[in-house]
């Protein structure tokens, strides 16, 4: 048999899975599409737009297929999401609130002041911004960007605002954001950005192909897409639980919800237009708990209580309810059974995991345990397109007790290669047990053989038949996903382990010239201290001041390997002074060489003693963003 590294035909077990799955959903009920549609005014031909650096930004060309008949390689109900999602244009959601949908993953929304626009979301690049602002003018009439509101700290929410005020100053524009907006949204794609951003690939599938067997969709919206990231800072923080501002003439209540879908996020109650705007808090979807590229997990019991205080005391208020990731629902009915079901959603999981915590169970078992009410279930809101119950059970473990199970066995495992060895010696070795795994894929027991079979690929990373298996398997776990990152993932890997090796690294680990701009010299450090290899630099004691231009100093204290900096200068007691500008900073985060360079061609200027500064970057790191994930 040869290895060959095409997708293959959905198994007869996939086909039964999704008729099982299929049988239990109310395919009768098409409102979603209906609200999807509602509102229509016009869009551009398969929403393509470019890139400013050429190639295209976005493009729903690809997802063509999803107008055929569901093939037997995509999961039943997320087909339909898919189909959805690929709903896209400019909406009227009521009176003076519009919305593109579908040029990105998120939604923008445009709401008309009194004399100029209020832009809520502006997407996560320049050019997805800038043509859904360019849809909404062509239609509604050219208006100045009087203000911009950040919902939340994720980046498909503010990284295209240069899209809507261009390169110029901001000066007589609201900037509005919710408390500790700025820290998040730079801590949360910083510090942990190496190793998110590979598994961000996998979240969003942004290396697989469009296709019935490759990537159909993002569950919040149809991709990530591509092109110029901008940042600007918030000149307007709401800081009270509840503050209320007329903004061009709008006035707006903002319901702050802190460690619901995000670190930073807010709600928007628009009392005059009765409109109530959700932010990422009420999506048709079950939300993930922490997402698979990994977060600080969320609070579910918090964000569930937040849903409740706004059914209470804007709902009955309002017309019209939307979010900034599908599309709204109207009148009083259909939107208190959305807001009360997306709360019970949170407030179940919660509970009920807590309940099974406390009654000993472990992740592991709660996930497999933990039925979800039927009635509730057969909502399509409620369906995990993004977020899966046993993910978010195991989010709700770690939020309370941390990652560790509480089995003293499970205090030091062996990690998986030292693991793999022994587990096959034990099992007749890796013929054996791909023989076995043989005649499990058979009969459909993929979550097994994928088990067993990444064992052989930690023992015997070469074990071709092992790493065949375990591809066709994650494979058919992806044809019966549910949830389109679960799928995105499953393809993912089933891809990088047929292919024997990577493809390209599409993301750069490079940080927006924006940020760049405004980050604390602080936050550098940080970046910095995290690339020292503790082992090489434990021999180092140094007492150094970092300055930039602008006056902005570090004093940096480097001893068991931990390199600490708090603000101010040694003084006379500095080894060495460091000087360089801010815009080389993000380039030394490059690595021992970038630094290195940089301090030989005299760019970063040392005062004192050179050598000690030299030896501090041969103890650097340079990262592989690429590095390897179902393999060792
Ligand atoms: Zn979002």
């Avoid at 799928?487 to 890997?493: F, G, T």
Wanted: glycine share 8%.
């Amino acid at each position: 048999m040869t290895a060959s590294t095409n997708p293959r035909d959905a198994h007869p077990a996939t086909v039964e899975s999704h008729r099982r799955l299929a049988e239990g959903l109310d395919w009768t009920d098409e409102r979603d599409f209906d609200d999807a549609r509602r509102g229509f005014i016009a869009t551009v031909p398969e929403a393509e737009f470019e890139a400013r650096a050429g190639g295209l930004a976005w493009s729903m060309r690809g997802h063509g297929f999803l107008d055929d008949p569901r093939p037997d390689t995509v999961n039943p109900s997320l087909w339909r999401m898919a189909r959805l999602n690929r709903i896209h244009g400019l909406f009227k959601v009521t009176d003076r609130i519009y919305q593109v949908r579908g040029f990105c993953l998120a939604n923008i929304t445009f709401v008309e002041g009194d004399s100029g626009l209020i832009v809520i979301d502006p997407l996560t690049f320049d050019e997805h911004a800038r043509a859904a602002l360019d849809l909404y003018s062509a239609h509604r009439g050219p208006r100045p960007v009087r203000a911009i509101v950040y919902t939340h700290s994720h980046r498909d929410h503010y990284g295209g605002v240069r899209g809507v005020v261009g390169a110029g100053n901001t000066q007589g524009i609201d900037v509005i954001a919710p408390a500790g907006f700025t820290e998040e949204a730079f801590t949360e794609t910083l510090l942990a950005g190496v190793p998110m951003r590979r598994r961000s690939l996998y979240q969003f599938g942004t290396t697989l192909t469009a296709g019935p067997r490759g990537h159909v969709d993002s569950g919040l919206g149809k991709a990530v897409g591509r092109g110029t990231d901008s940042f600007i800072a918030p000149n307007r923080v709401i800081r009270q639980p509840r503050e209320r501002h007329v903004i061009d003439g709008i006035d707006i209540e903002f319901q702050l919800t802190p460690g619901a879908e995000a670190p930073a996020e807010m709600n928007l109650f628009f009392p005059g237009l009765r409109a109530l705007n959700l932010a990422e808090n009420a999506c048709h979807t079950m939300h993930n708990l922490c997402p698979l590229r990994g977060a600080k997990t969320r609070d579910a019991l918090a964000w569930s209580r937040y849903l409740d205080d706004a059914l209470h005391d804007y709902v009955p208020r309002v017309d019209v309810v939307y979010a900034q990731h599908h599309w709204p629902v109207w009148g009083s009915e259909r939107m208190t059974e959305f807001v009360a079901g997306q709360r019970d959603l949170y407030r179940y999981l919660h509970d009920q995991t807590l309940r099974l915590m406390s009654q000993g169970l472990t992740p592991t078992e709660i996930g497999q345990a933990l039925l979800m009410p039927s009635r509730l279930s057969r909502q399509w809101f409620a369906r995990g397109y993004y977020g899966a119950v046993v993910h978010n059970v195991a989010a709700i473990h770690a939020h309370y007790l941390g990652p560790y199970d509480g089995n003293p066995a499970h205090l030091d495992p062996h990690p998986p290669q030292e693991a793999a060895r022994r587990y096959l010696r034990y099992m007749g070795g890796a013929d054996r047990v791909v023989e076995l795994a043989t005649r499990d894929h058979e009969a459909g027991d993929f979550r097994w053989v994928a088990e067993v079979t990444q064992r052989v690929i930690f023992a015997e990373p070469g074990h071709v038949a092992a790493r065949e298996l375990c591809a066709d398997a994650m494979e058919q776990m992806g044809y019966q996903a549910e949830s389109a990152t679960w799928r995105n993932a499953y393809l993912l890997a089933a891809r990088e382990l047929r292919a024997r090796g990577m493809a390209p690294a599409p993301a750069s680990i490079g940080i927006s010239p924006d940020v760049v701009a405004l980050l604390p010299l602080e936050r550098f450090l940080e970046l910095l201290a995290i690339r020292v290899n503790g082992e090489r630099a434990q021999a180092i004691d140094a007492r150094l001041d970092w300055q930039l231009p602008d006056g902005e100093t570090q004093r940096i204290t480097l001893s068991h390997g931990a390199l600490n900096h708090r603000p101010g200068s040694h003084g006379a007691l500095a080894q060495a002074v460091i000087r360089t500008p801010r815009e080389q900073l993000a380039r030394l985060l490059h690595g021992p060489q970038a630094l290195l360079q940089a301090l030989d061609s005299g760019e970063l200027q040392v005062e004192g003693e050179r050598n000690l500064v030299r030896r501090l970057a041969i103890a650097l790191d340079a990262f592989e963003p690429m590095f390897n994930v179902v393999e060792p």
